[in-house]
Nanobody, 126 residues
Framework: QVQLVESGGGLVQAGGSLRLSCAASGRSIWTYAAGWFRQAPGNEREFVAAISWGGGSTSYADSVKGRITISRDNAKNTVFLQMNSLKPEDTAVYYC???????????????????WGQGTQVTVSS
């Protein structure tokens, strides 16, 4: 079993930056792909970014390309999401997740992921 804990959320002005962390425990996640999703009130959970087990491949939602970077440190069993040039529409609860059975591809559907964190709130003021 894998437990995931996100941190780093908060309130930031438009144009600002935040770095989210997702610390895994229970077992190593270095063989799993990982992803970040977000959910705003009244909206469905949406894909933000994903990274392969080794970090060599990444995928981003069009809405965040060029502003957000996903990375991982397998030695620390942690996945990161660096968010720059934040916009009010980025406001949401951000969740990290790991995908045990990606088979080398980067899934963008939330139901493809097996373990989830509790989420961290990101609020961007205009």
């Amino acid at each position: 079993q894998v437990q995931l804990v996100e941190s780093g959320g908060g309130l930031v002005q438009a144009g600002g930056s935040l770095r989210l962390s997702c610390a895994a425990s229970g077992r190593s996640i270095w063989t799993y792909a990982a992803g970040w999703f977000r959910q705003a009130p009244g909206n469905e959970r949406e894909f933000v970014a994903a990274i392969s087990w080794g970090g060599g491949s990444t995928s981003y939602a069009d809405s965040v390309k060029g502003r957000i970077t996903i990375s991982r440190d397998n030695a620390k069993n942690t996945v990161f999401l660096q968010m720059n040039s934040l916009k009010p529409e980025d406001t949401a609860v951000y969740y990290c997740a790991v995908d045990r059975g990606s088979g080398g591809k980067l899934d963008t559907k939330w139901f493809e992921y097996d373990y989830w964190g509790q989420g961290t709130q990101v609020t961007v003021s205009s």
